[in-house]
């Protein structure tokens, strides 16, 4: 209880300034603080993740009759093995396309001749320009493939080390669920436990639901894009569609990463009309995956407005790298859903929303599934 004020202990007021200051001092402090932790942190967030996911799957094992311990090691090692399938496919696909690099490089060198060629030819520009252009971007090209190849040597200790703590954590939050609930009923007041329980209960529906979304998401785009690959003709069609629904996971930034590789590779094996064609193909999908394919696959649960999206997409790159981007949109979707049910963070959930506050008509897939609630109370009143 805050003492009230006396002439020997009066309340001090501090400046707004001061406390802007405490406040951004803190968010540095926290973000050096995840930055360090990253190890650990990491993979315990990408495990609560697929603990959730998995949650369902373990329930119908131990309903069926078998123990909860062995219900949660298959259901872990179910996940891992597709984990470790795609994973498998990915790295069989790359070495087959790593082996035909020298001959892409040179075919990259012959258009690079082309285009430098075509510059000289329509602009005014000198010889001399152009190639020390060319030299500054090869330098450039060099030093930054060294940085990516430390990096990727540095990745591939992280993933083994990831590979090892992501199931320990999941099999370990799975097996201690109800020991994690039974802290938090503790914490909180007796009177708050419902609104806490059903807190939990959205934000692992939130959770569940768009996970699961995004697995169909990025089945049926690997689908599109293959199959226009194929008609177009470009090599490694399979590989780079399979990239690109990986990439396609990270909003707004990944598919316009995804569709560079393809385009390079169809104009270094192809005609140029070909890199267009790509370019159509992938505009076209994206456009079919924003508009048909999240809304009724997903079914927009993760309601976070397009601005908030972008932010926390590269706050998750800045912080984490390329981790941090997956796992920036379904924590910030479940930040939303405590915000929304904590009174005084209302305001910041609505800010992380997508209602504008304008009236909307009621989509295709809310009101299929509105008739079928109504069939389902009128016949059994009747």
């Known amino acids: ?10 309340h001090v007021i501090q400046p707004t300034y001061q406390k802007l200051a405490l ?17 650990i942190v990491v993979p315990l967030l990408f495990a609560m993740l697929l603990a959730m996911l998995l949650n369902p799957l373990v329930n119908f094992l131990a309903r069926i009759g078998l123990n909860r311990v062995v219900a949660i090691a298959l259901a872990v090692l179910l996940a891992m093995g597709c984990a470790a399938g795609l994973s498998y496919f990915i ?12 001959a892409l490089e040179e075919k990259v060198g012959a258009l690079g001749e082309k285009l430098e060629g075509w510059v000289l030819a329509r602009t005014e520009v000198g010889t001399k320009t152009v190639d020390d252009a060319l030299a500054t971007a090869k330098k450039e090209g060099l030093t930054k493939g060294g940085a990516l190849v430390g990096g990727a040597i540095i990745t591939m200790g992280t993933l083994f080390a990831f590979a090892f ?32 329980h059903e807190m939990l ?28 690959l194929l008609i177009i003709g470009v090599p490694y069609a399979l590989l780079l569609a399979v ?9 707004y ?6 569709t560079v590789l393809p385009m390079v590779i169809a104009l270094a094996t192809m005609e140029p009309s070909a890199a267009l064609w790509v370019l159509g193909l992938y505009v076209s999908v994206q456009f079919i995956d924003n508009n048909f394919i999240v809304p009724r696959v997903v079914a927009s649960r993760v309601e976070i407005n397009a601005l908030v999206s972008i932010i926390v997409v590269m706050i998750g790159g800045a912080v984490w790298g390329i981790p941090g981007m997956f796992l920036s949109i379904p924590l910030t979707a479940i930040l939303k859903v405590v915000f929304d049910h904590v009174p005084g963070l209302k305001p910041f959930g609505h800010l992380l929303g997508n209602d504008d506050g304008t009236p909307r008509k009621p989509t295709l897939h809310a009101r299929w599934f509105g008739r079928k609630k109504e069939s389902r109370v009128v016949s059994s009143e009747s």
């Open 243 to 251: 990239i690109a629904a990986v990439l396609n996971l990270i909003p």
């Open 253 to 258: 930034i990944g598919m316009i990463i995804a």
């Open 165 to 196: 703590l992501l199931p320990v954590f999941t099999f370990l939050l799975l097996f201690y669920k109800k020991l994690l609930l039974t802290f938090i009923d503790q914490l909180v007041a007796h009177q708050d436990r419902t609104a806490v």
């Open 1 to 10: 209880m805050i003492e009230p004020a006396t002439s020997a202990h009066p």
């Open 91 to 102: 790295l069989t696909q790359a070495a087959h396309f790593s082996e035909s690099l020298p």
């Open 23 to 39: 406040i951004v001092i803190g968010l540095v402090a926290f973000f050096y603080a995840l930055v360090q932790a990253q190890p």
């Open 201 to 228: 209960q959205s934000a692992k529906g939130v959770a569940q639901s768009y996970l699961i979304g995004l697995i169909l998401q990025a089945g049926i785009v690997t689908v599109l894009n293959y199959t226009g």
